[in-house]
């Protein structure tokens, strides 16, 4: 899933939830150069931009982020803190899999 939306969303950016002015990709120099961590923000922007959640996207993310915890950690806070702000435009049924994620994600730490 993840792979798949990387050439279509490749140009979006998700605004950072603690630096309002900076985006996730102007932050890339920062981060780990990674693959696998870019694929993560294309996830992200695409669950915030058409609100739904793909079960396998949740898992290839969970993966990222045990493989690159710290560099993940920030896209996640960023990209979940804006999907979560969006909460009124997701219907409820589509939050169930988001908070899966955010409890397997919990347990790792």
Do not use: W
Not at 50 to 63: L, P, R
Not at 78 to 98: M, N, V
């Amino acid at each position: 899933m993840i792979e798949n939306l990387v050439c279509s969303y490749e140009q979006e950016n998700i605004p950072s939830a603690f630096q309002p002015n900076v985006s996730v990709t102007e932050c890339d120099e920062v981060l780990v150069d990674s693959e696998a961590l870019r694929r993560l923000r294309v996830y992200l922007n695409f669950v915030f931009n058409n609100k739904t959640f793909d079960e396998q996207g949740i898992e290839d993310a969970v993966s990222i982020f045990i493989k690159a915890r710290t560099p993940a950690s920030s896209i996640l806070c960023d990209g979940l803190c804006d999907i979560l702000c969006a909460t009124y435009d997701i219907d409820h049924a589509a939050l169930f899999p988001l908070f899966k994620f955010i409890s397997k994600v919990g347990c790792l730490f």
